[in-house]
């Protein structure tokens, strides 16, 4: 196997605000070259953290406190901000997780979606026009020309993500962070935004990493996955393997806690009081020999 | 999967909003009258004419033909009067509101984009700022730089720079907390780039309303400030220097004093319409 296109290395970071709590537990997590690698774990586990260190948009209150983030070789945590943005949008790229705010309301699409094509390509106002038209097309867009002229308040939440893929993959990035894009659509476009991701995905040879807390939307679009907890990486593995055979109990007991729609008289069973406490103390027993070893 | 109607377009959108319409035609044709008050109006409003004071309004018993809203106790035209009077309230609203939006604006950008250090500094500015009283300020204000046009309209931007900072800065804030921003920021654009090409835009609407509600205020202040003789020199006609005048002869003739307030009444109501309907026509989020 080549070197993975993203190498997370031993990953920690504490909350300034909150008593130095860590919220990042040495994580590590390699997205090699055309992979969907889905980062899963409940509220507060730390999984968009690691997605806004990747984009260096890190709120001021969180610090990095050790680690690595490879990307082609390259440490992005060790990048000047100036070289930090000639990559991003170029070579990495976000869909974002709220459709409804993602777009400047008081921008037409058009010139939304043309932004990072004249920046970072340099293609004229006509040429970055008709680039967005044919991107629209590639997102199964029926009217390209009329979505172009409008402002997004004039398109549905379904619209409105399908453009912010069609410009997240604009620039054929070589990596592409999808923060949760699904958590605010409803169930019959959820599945249609899936498919498109990994087609487009597929086509570009695009590498993935898909942040989620539902392991039904991940087993659906990701190649392999890291469970996290409390900011540690729980399990690691592909898709079918943790899915089919989870060896960490917090595994288990998330998939337990999966709706069934085939059964629904199983599942929606919350985490087992005795799987939390030991969860807890591995955590603590974590911390305290990242302290001893100070 | 369906999109509604195209767009029209933002001046379109003004047009069939009849609070705009009616409201910025009435303040269009004040503009229109004030800069063309040399010809516009029927008298010079200077001259005196101690043999007819007090004619009432054209209509009424004893009226003299050619003064239409009737003379005042010095035997001028108080229709003129009122014409000439507009030309101080409304470059006081353009110049004044103006640039206390320039400058509100400016430093509420900077507190509610730049970081907590630059917002507190100016956070706490505006603050002390809007502890001195108004009215002190101003009167304090203009006995050291004198009365005269320029006074009147320091005043009004000294104390007014407060409100566009405030409201500014908390819009600001709130923009910049939207996934379009940090979706500008994955982009690659720098600071200046994302702050006047991403947040401005969805943060003049706003300001064009407080702006034009400003306005209606500075009409008012200078009103108040020549009814105390404060403002211009006494041989310009005002609003407010003539509802000082007609408040003493009230008695004897009520339309010397009420001709400049309904002037100052509709001018201040035109204001505020108008800014309420520009800021509902511009919101693009309530855009229907």
Redesign the interface.
């Known amino acids: 196997m080549t070197a993975p296109r993203l190498a997370i290395e031993a990953l920690s970071a504490i909350s300034l605000r909150d008593g130095n709590r860590p919220i990042l537990r040495r994580v590590s997590l390699a997205v090699a070259t055309g992979e969907v690698h889905g980062l899963v774990g409940e509220s507060g586990a730390g999984k968009s953290t690691i997605a806004k260190a990747i984009l260096g948009i890190i709120p001021s209150q969180v610090k990095v406190t050790d680690g690595r983030i490879g990307f082609e070789g390259r440490d992005l945590l060790s990048l000047s901000p100036k070289d930090l943005r000639a990559v991003l949008g170029r070579d990495i790229a976000l869909v974002p997780q709220d459709p409804s705010t993602a777009l400047n309301p008081s921008r037409r699409i058009d010139a939304q979606m043309t932004n990072g094509l004249r920046l970072k390509r340099g293609l004229s106002a006509n040429q970055a026009r008709l680039r967005a038209h044919a991107l629209l097309e590639e997102v199964q867009i029926r009217d390209p020309e009329r979505v172009l002229d409008s402002y997004p308040h004039q398109l549905s939440g379904g619209m409105r993500q399908r453009v912010l893929i069609a410009a997240a993959f604009a620039l054929e990035p070589k990596l592409v962070i999808a923060d949760e894009p699904t958590t605010a659509l409803d169930v019959t476009v959820q599945k249609q935004i899936l498919r498109l991701i990994r087609s487009l995905q597929e086509r570009h040879g695009t590498s993935v990493l898909f942040v989620s807390h539902d392991l039904g939307v991940v087993a659906k679009i990701c190649d392999r996955l890291t469970v996290l907890y409390m900011g540690k990486v729980m399990e690691q593995g592909s898709t079918a393997d943790v899915l089919a055979g989870p060896r960490h109990p917090y595994t288990k007991a998330l998939l337990a806690a999966n709706p069934r729609y085939d059964r629904p008289d199983t599942g929606l069973e919350p985490t087992p009081p005795d799987v939390i406490a030991a969860l807890r103390a591995e955590i603590a027993a974590f911390d305290a020999g990242v302290a001893g070893s100070r | 999967?369906d999109?509604?109607p195209?767009?029209p377009t933002v001046a379109a959108r003004l047009m069939r909003d009849p609070k705009v319409v009616c409201a910025g035609g009435f303040i269009l044709l004040l503009i229109v009258v004030a800069i063309a008050a040399p010809w516009v109006a029927p008298k010079d409003p200077l001259a005196q004419n101690l043999l007819m004071t007090t004619t009432p309004p054209a209509g009424f018993p004893d009226a003299e033909p050619g003064f239409l809203l009737g003379t005042d106790g010095l035997g001028r035209d108080v229709l003129s009067r009122v014409i000439y009077g507009a030309r101080v309230s409304l470059t006081v609203a353009f110049v004044a509101a103006g640039l206390a939006c320039l400058i509100g604006s400016l430093l509420g950008l900077l507190a509610g984009f730049l970081?907590?250090l630059v917002d507190a500094l100016i956070s706490r500015l505006v603050d002390v700022w809007m502890a001195f009283p108004p009215v002190l300020l101003s009167i304090l204000l203009i006995a050291v730089i004198g009365t005269g046009l320029h006074s009147v309209i320091a005043a009004i931007v000294v104390i007014d720079w407060t409100r566009f900072c405030r409201v500014v800065r908390t819009e600001t804030k709130s923009q910049a907390q939207?996934?379009?921003v940090?979706?500008?920021?994955?982009?690659?654009?720098?600071r200046p780039a994302i702050l006047f090409r991403?947040i401005l835009?969805?943060v003049?609407p706003v300001l064009i309303a407080l702006l034009t509600l400003e306005m209606g205020i500075a009409v008012v202040v200078e009103a108040i400030l020549s009814f105390v003789g404060l403002s211009v020199s006494s041989d310009t006609p005002t609003w407010g220097g003539m509802i000082a005048e007609g408040r003493q002869i009230v008695h004897e003739a009520w339309w010397v004093l009420a001709a400049p307030l309904a002037a100052l009444f509709a001018t201040v109501v035109a204001f505020n319409q108008l800014g309420d309907g520009l800021a509902r026509s511009l919101d693009?989020?309530l855009?229907r």
């Open positions: 999967m999109i509604g195209q767009a970081g907590e939207m996934d379009y940090v979706a500008a920021r994955t982009i690659g654009f720098s991403e835009p969805n003049v693009p989020v855009r």
